[in-house]
DNA sequence: TAGTTTGTGTACCGACCGTTTCAGAATGCA
DNA sequence: TGCATTCTGAAACGGTCGGTACACAAACTA
């Protein structure tokens, strides 16, 4: 064997995550993953081949560090009925909270959905695995706190409190109260009547 | 006086438009705009000043041209009573329809609500302004289709069109079959109740 | 026709882009 | 200690970026 990595590969993705969330892929000039990384160009080159293997790298852990976390209560086995209404109301925080980095930079991927690396046969399949895996999370979320009503209706909610999500995703950048209105929105549709 | 322009202004910018939709302020070279339009980068600064004049011209040329003649119907007095859905239908086969640019590239705005560009006050503005824009012809349209409802579901309703159409847009150039669904959804929502 | 104003083409500016190369420093194993 | 392997730094690659300078062609007014 020879030297061994002296930095954690975790640590620099996340640094590297940061930056093309906060700029977007095209945006994002090596010389400012060096910076937030720490790296030369060069380890960055080494490690991960491009400046697209590292953005490769970094939606993996967006998905795992950022996007599963938040969905988890959604797919636990029983789902509680409230975990919907966490859910939305957790993003709802998040997307008010200043500095927080989806206040002011909304969602990496539905970013990417309207970039140009959206042209990527790659990457847009990502996207529409992300949303698939949203849906999915929230279509538990709504049958568990709707557990009497119609199959059909459930899904009718499901689809309505994803597109909701996205939409405020799309916005918040520009239009942080619209944002919050669409997960209010959701929050509406997904009261239950008065016993 | 001395001589006077031979393009035509108005033809230059939707070429322009054309180009900064597909591509996004950040990615659309000057040498593309050149192309597009079929003038030369000193006519275009000449004329624009800079690619930013250029792109604040396109996105006029946009609400114009392609926004507002869709929400037309929208605005009239009095509003029919199924002119959104009408617009939504008018939408969703725009999306379906291969070679649409809404098909491929989406809403120019939308886009750049997730773009650098963005991070300019100006823009952001005006994205926030075209949401509005499409909320309260939307909510005309609502208003039309359901006279006899409470004014506060009439919103509520009307929000949620506008979150879902602006959903279907951030979503078309990855997934277009969801994107349709969000329409589909607000359609849904627009049902009226058999007599 | 003379003079003035304005549009257009060519060439070039410095800056930055993502990527590659290569030498050397650092650390593992035998 | 010596070798092997890997990480890292510096420098340079060709290419493209948005923007500018300037000369000239064109067309209007008088």
Redesign the interface.
Same mark, same amino acid.
């Given at each position: 064997m020879g030297r061994t990595q002296t930095f954690e590969t975790a640590r620099v993705v996340r640094a590297a995550l940061g930056v093309f969330w906060r700029?977007?892929y095209?945006?994002a000039s090596v010389p400012a993953l060096e910076a937030a990384t720490g790296l030369n160009r060069s380890s960055i080159y080494h490690s991960f081949g491009s400046k697209r293997g590292l953005f490769d790298a970094a939606v993996q852990a967006y998905l795992d560090d950022v996007v599963r976390p938040r969905l988890r209560p959604l797919l636990a086995d029983p789902v509680a009925p409230g975990a919907v209404v966490d859910y939305l109301t957790g993003l709802r925080a998040a997307l008010v909270r200043p500095g927080e980095i989806q206040a002011d930079s909304?969602c990496l991927l539905?970013?990417?959905?309207?970039?140009?690396i $959206?042209?990527d046969d790659a990457?847009?399949q990502t996207?529409?695995d992300y949303?698939a895996e949203l849906?999915a999370a929230l279509g538990r979320g709504v049958d568990a706190r709707f557990p009497g009503r119609a199959e059909s209706e459930r899904d009718?909610l499901a689809?309505?409190c994803? $597109?909701?999500v996205?939409?405020?995703?799309?916005?918040v950048?520009?239009?942080p109260h619209?944002a919050v209105?669409?997960l209010d929105?959701a929050l509406?549709l997904l009261e239950r009547p008065r016993s």
């Open positions: 700029s977007g095209e945006a909304g539905v970013n990417a959905s309207g970039a140009p $959206s042209r990457v847009r996207v529409a949303r849906r009718r689809d309505l994803t $597109s909701l996205v939409s405020a995703f799309a916005l950048r520009v239009d619209s209105g669409s929105s509406m």
